[in-house]
């Protein structure tokens, strides 16, 4: 009998012991496959990208994934957001098909998030959220509309959940994000016409699908919910996994619902992949790289391309602007590059796209109402006549633009203010009308610190070194004020350490659990 310890603060809805014994199952059977499969990325790291020979029989043969269930046939929009009590409610009630309910990138995972958005899930997929502000609002459930379908987003497989210890090791925030949520609604969400239904982040071979979807064929057998109920979108965004849609969708097949161009974690991934591959490998300002980059649109094309020839559904990502409703200026501007973005997403044969504020649902609507029509997908437009090799998918010299010292300069604001956000527990952050996740403040310290390490000019002149970075740091620090201290030494820490690491969530995380303790 494995020894669970919480060290969280307990609750007695979601922490059940019979919750956790099946967590610790997971833990026990799959844990070490988890390590296994870290420890093999780490060994991939430079070296050379190229579509896998082993399994080129794979990508040859004729083969589908199972038939998505009735709602999740229609994808046109899908909101994004993390689980608080507003956010649930305002996401379910937003027009969208689909509500992303997030315990990955836009939340914190500190204790009290991890458990509220478990008991938030719990009570939305009852019927029984409600939420009433500081200022006395009532916020519910409507009842004269189709409510989104819940798709909850859990962590990626490199965190762990110091949290919760089975004979005293971490678990990891997968296993608990997973198996909290499906032990306690598999079976009311299948009772209800829906299903347990997942968005996978940050996969980076078919190995690492394999291992989810022989846990989501555990989890079915040992709670008696049938095979095949579990379905499962996964997000293409390492570059890695772009070499590899097809592996992934085959091992996922019978729980395969489609693929995500999480266009921002695949930048981050890129930056991080090619970190010391030289100059042809530097990339310009984060905000000058658009989808239209060459290799981020051999990368969406073959996503389009490889779920339609497999009966998946392509699933375009999120544009980082959001609507000022204080402010018409910048909300006319939002609406437009929204706008925009989900026009290049619907031509290229995309089944629907994300957007991360309720106010953007008409816009991304509106714009696949006009290609779909009355079909709810695009499942049966083939792209067979297009080749994406890998030189396409690796052409980041082609990029157009150029680093410049306002483009580090944003870097390192951005980088400050999401990271005091983030300890303190908010992980989705409105920056200067964009939003900013884990993911967006990822790309910041990584493209400092491979700026730094190729000898990167600037368009001023200037080449990027610790110590000018250091400069601007603290200029921002003095603008922004008091209360960036702990912010300012994680992010130095990241963007400018001789050793690269890979995740800044993992220090933060270390800073998080430290603060805990001395409270």
Not at 82 to 106: C, F, Q, Y
Not at 363 to 374: A, E, N, P, T, W
């Amino acid at each position: 009998m494995a020894e669970i310890t919480v060290l969280g603060e307990p609750n007695e809805q979601i922490l059940t012991p019979e919750a956790l014994e099946f967590v610790a199952g997971l833990h026990a059977e799959f844990g070490a496959r988890r390590n296994e499969l870290l420890d093999a990325r780490q060994r991939r790291r430079g070296t050379e990208l190229d579509f896998l020979a082993e399994t080129r029989a794979i990508r040859a043969a004729d083969w589908k994934v199972a038939a998505a269930p009735a709602d999740l046939l229609d994808r046109r929009v899908e909101m994004t957001g993390p689980t608080d009590r507003k956010m649930a409610i305002n996401a379910l009630n937003s027009g969208a098909r689909v509500w992303l309910a997030d315990l990955e990138d836009a939340s914190t995972p500190h204790w009290r998030n991890v458990i509220d958005g478990q008991v938030n899930l719990y009570d939305a997929i009852r019927r029984t959220i409600t939420f009433t502000s500081e200022a006395g609002k009532e916020y519910k459930l409507a009842d004269d509309r189709r409510l989104a379908t819940i798709v909850m987003r859990p962590r990626g497989w490199h965190l762990d959940e110091r949290h919760l210890l089975v004979d005293d090791v971490p678990v990891a925030g997968a296993f608990v994000d997973f198996g909290l949520y499906f032990f306690h609604n598999a079976a009311e969400l299948l009772a209800r016409g829906s299903g347990p239904y997942f968005y996978l982040p940050k996969l980076e071979s078919h190995l690492e699908a394999r291992l989810w979807n022989d846990i989501f064929v555990r989890a079915q057998e040992q709670l008696g919910v049938p095979q095949g109920s579990i379905r499962a979108t996964v997000l293409i965004e390492t570059i890695p996994a772009a070499f590899e849609m097809d592996e992934i969708l085959y091992e996922l097949r019978d729980h395969a619902s489609g693929l995500n161009a999480g266009r921002w974690d695949y930048l981050f991934s890129v930056i991080k992949y090619f970190r010391d591959s030289g100059p042809d490998y530097v990339l310009p300002d984060r905000n000058a790289v658009t989808m239209t980059a060459p290799f981020l649109r051999a990368y969406t094309q073959l996503l389009v391309r490889t779920c339609h020839r497999r009966g998946a559904f392509a699933m375009g990502g999120m544009a980082a602007f959001i609507p000022n409703r204080k402010d018409p200026e910048v909300n006319e501007s939002a609406f437009a590059k929204v706008r925009a973005d989900k026009q290049r997403e619907a031509g290229d044969g995309f089944d629907g796209s994300w957007v991360a504020h309720p106010d953007l649902v008409p816009i991304c609507r509106d714009v696949f109402d006009g290609v779909l029509g009355d079909q709810p997908n695009r499942l049966d437009r083939a792209l067979d006549d297009l080749t994406i090799t890998a030189r396409d998918l690796v052409d980041v010299r082609s990029t157009p633009g150029e680093p410049t010292e306002a483009g580090l300069r944003n870097n390192v604001h951005v980088g400050l203010l999401y990271l005091a956000s983030w300890l303190r527990g908010n992980g989705a952050v409105a920056i200067d009308n964009l939003m900013e996740d884990a993911a967006t403040a990822e790309i910041a310290r990584s493209q400092i610190w491979q700026w730094v390490h190729n000898e990167v000019k600037l368009d001023s002149g200037e080449q990027v070194t610790a110590e000018l970075v250091d400069r601007i740091v603290d200029e921002e620090v003095a603008l922004l004020g008091d209360g960036f201290e702990q912010a300012k030494r994680i992010f130095c820490d990241v963007a400018l350490a001789d050793t690269y690491a890979d995740f800044l969530t993992l220090p933060a995380y270390d800073a998080v659990l430290e603060d805990e303790c001395a409270s």
